[in-house]
């Protein structure tokens, strides 16, 4: 069985400072990668996704991840946040073929700090 | 395009009652999918549905929960009866097919007490 994990429950960081959010996951088998974000009260939104290609995988809000498969990592960063990206986030990996269902881990919350 | 909609988004029951969520998912979305959000965890997948027949169950406690998505449209989650630790926020998603994104609703926040 595949998991997830994502190695600090909390990051806070001063405006105008970069982050990286870190995900490790295992699996026996093939999986894509996916970054989710969630804001308070609302649904999660899909930040980037891995599906194969470039490793160096761009998202929206000026996020990037970086899959590692000899490390198993897919950690997410950004050069310089804003107080609004202030929210949870959520790695997830999903199992090639299947019921190609979404495992997630249990979270970052990321604070930003004026 | 509107998006994945969700009732009731607050619910608070007492244990041993039951309740029912609501999800209509967008347009034309084949797959379905109800997850559980449990404080400080990530969501977990409780049941998928492909049009109305269920693809993955695996981890839907099918003693007290149960799902239905007839005529592969709108699907309605039920807890009967319901315990404490059913507690959690209650997630649809909808993609077009297993393989594509899927889109989450804003989700119904369960108190039970």
């Known amino acids: 069985a595949q998991s997830v994990t994502q190695l600090d429950s909390q990051v806070p960081v001063f405006e105008e400072a970069p982050v990286e959010l870190r995900c490790n996951y295992s699996?026996?088998?093939?999986?894509?990668l996916f970054w989710y974000v969630q804001y308070p009260n609302q649904g999660l939104q899909l930040l980037l996704k891995?599906?194969?290609?470039?490793?160096l995988v761009k998202g929206i809000n000026g996020f990037e991840a970086e899959f590692n498969k000899s490390q198993t990592s897919f950690h997410l960063r950004k050069p310089s946040v804003h107080i609004s990206d202030t929210a949870e986030y959520f790695c997830?990996?999903?199992?090639?073929?299947?019921?190609?269902?979404?495992?997630f881990g249990k979270g970052t919350k990321l604070t930003v700090n004026p | 395009e509107a998006g994945v909609a969700q009732s009731p988004r607050y619910k608070i029951i007492e244990k041993r009652q039951s309740v029912a969520f609501w999800c209509n998912p967008i347009?034309?979305?084949?797959?379905l999918y109800w997850y559980q959000q449990i404080l400080g965890q990530g969501p977990k997948l409780l049941i998928q549905?492909?049009?109305?027949?269920?693809?993955?169950d695996s981890q839907l406690p099918k003693d007290r929960f149960s799902a239905e998505r007839l005529k592969g449209v709108d699907s309605t989650l039920k807890i009967q009866p319901a315990k404490l630790e059913d507690s959690a926020v209650y997630l649809c998603?909808?993609?077009?097919?297993?393989?594509?994104?899927?889109?989450f609703g804003p989700g119904t926040r369960l108190t039970v007490t």
């Open positions: 998603a909808s993609s077009y097919g297993r393989q594509y994104e899927q889109y």
């Open positions: 549905f492909q049009n109305n027949g269920v693809v993955d």
């Open positions: 997830a990996v999903r199992l090639q073929g299947g019921s190609e269902k979404l495992v």
């Open positions: 347009s034309g979305h084949a797959t």
């Open positions: 891995y599906l194969s290609g470039s490793t």
């Open positions: 699996s026996s088998v093939s999986v894509y």
